[in-house]
């Protein structure tokens, strides 16, 4: 199911989390196969994923001055393709690929760059990951918080594209160093256990927590 927010025109926030919502209504498929040793595998799936980020990010940067900065978006599009089928390819050659979700892949995808936005998604207890069904709502929300933030960035991009060849480098090497977050991230819940919470507790879930954050608030405010 496509999950779907009104196009904005000149808010960088929302023209981002709406690529990332039809981003996600189309999970790729993977051609791998469950490895008998899957951290090696992943290992140079993660590498291979760098390579081709940092040759699709610089590349799109080396337009320089003002031209440059129609790249950014796109650039950011093309970098999560080649993450999104990287998790994909990790979950498979761990054996998790029958099971990958929308909430898993935003949590692989974003968790090093967003982690506030989503931390309601997944959590870690013990040697397991706790997974939450999102309504399309939640994801909607989770979405526009990663837009902002990732705005915030986007704008650093667009300044770094003002040197031609350097900034192109620069911009190259995050997109390797964003990669390998999200290679890790991926690796460390696709190396074990799952438990998926359907979106009726999910939901009762949340509201504990957001209770949780209120009550802490509030003890902070007393202090």
């Keep these: 199911m496509t999950a779907s927010v009104p196009a904005t025109a000149g808010q960088p ?4 989390a709406q690529q990332i919502l039809d981003f996600l209504s189309d999970i790729p ?3 791998e ?18 390579r081709k980020a940092f040759l699709a990010s610089s590349s799109l940067a080396l337009p320089p001055g003002p031209l440059g900065w129609f790249t950014v978006l796109p650039e950011l599009v093309a970098i999560w393709k080649i993450q999104a089928q990287m998790v994909a390819d990790i979950a498979a050659a761990c054996g998790r690929h029958t099971t990958l979700t929308r909430e898993q892949m935003l949590y692989c995808l974003f968790r090093h760059a967003a982690a506030q936005a989503v931390r309601d998604l997944a959590v870690r207890a013990g040697q397991r990951w706790i997974v939450h069904a999102a309504t399309a709502h939640t994801l909607r929300g989770v979405a526009h918080r990663i837009g902002v933030k990732l705005s915030e ?3 650093g991009s667009s300044l770094a ?6 900034g192109a480098l620069g911009v190259g090497a995050y997109a390797w160093y964003d990669t390998r977050q999200v290679a890790r991230t991926a690796s460390g819940m696709f190396s074990r256990e799952v438990e998926f ?9 949340r509201a504990r927590h957001v209770e949780r954050d209120r009550a802490q608030a509030a003890r902070e405010a007393g202090l």
């Design 153 to 155: 960035r986007a704008l």
């Design 161 to 166: 594209r003002m040197l031609p060849v350097a």
């Design 197 to 205: 919470i359907p979106v009726d507790r999910s939901t009762e879930v």
């Design 33 to 50: 196969q469950p490895s008998e040793h899957p951290q090696a595998r992943v290992e140079a799936i993660a590498l291979a994923a760098r």
């Design 29 to 31: 498929r993977s051609r």
């Design 13 to 16: 926030s929302q023209r981002i």
